[in-house]
């Protein structure tokens, strides 16, 4: 029997615990069952509009989050206003910046999110005294380190037609985890502007690109933000051609 079948029959697990996918593939995946109920009864479940701020980037944070549902957009600000998208999150990352008083960069809803957000000085006591969420969060630090680095390539040495393909599966693969084969859709959680702005490229470049996929049959635009990936390995093969 695997853990999550384990944790549904329970009942000592509180019940929105059993069924969260962060519980089983996020931080809390590290917490005994006395601390999830400690955790429980001072989390509070929030779902969020698109566009709305969930962490300023000087904003002095007393909260942290695990990103139930939805994707969340990072942007630095520059001092003259100029301001650039960093980097995204997806279910069931976590949300917040551990061992400071702030985040350091500006986290906003890219689509309808669903959070469960938590106190900061109680999971800071947590990762004091449970060295398996303090793992869990290094492995996190960790993938966004790699996926960082990888978008560094993308943006550095990426054509136009790569970029764009490079995104869609980035969407493609972290909205769809669970894909084993055949096609699949989503919706695009950026607009053409921050897509542009993602990628580093004009918006009619970007809106070029997308049209040049379509007519190739690589992918089909249902409308202006829902698309088709029919063969994922043929857009990832675009993404590095």
Known sequence: MDAKRKDIHNSDIPLLCRACEARHQGVCGALSTDQLVSLNKQSTRKRVNSGVELIGETQRTDSYANIISGVVKLTKMMADGRQQIV?????????????????????????????????????????????????????????????????????????ASEKVASFLSLIATHINPEWESGPLSFELPLTRSDIADFLGLTIETVSRQMTKLRKEGVIVIRNNRMVEVPDLARLVERASA
């Open 87 to 159: 980097g995204l999150q997806f279910a069931p990352d976590f949300l917040g910046r551990p061992f400071r008083s702030d985040s350091g960069i500006t986290a906003d809803a890219a689509t309808e999110v669903n959070i469960c957000s938590f106190p900061k000085a109680m999971i800071d006591r947590m990762i004091k005294d449970t060295p398996e969420l303090e793992h869990k969060l290094l492995e996190q630090t960790l993938k966004e380190l790699d996926e960082a680095r990888d978008w560094m390539l993308t943006l550095g040495r990426k054509t």
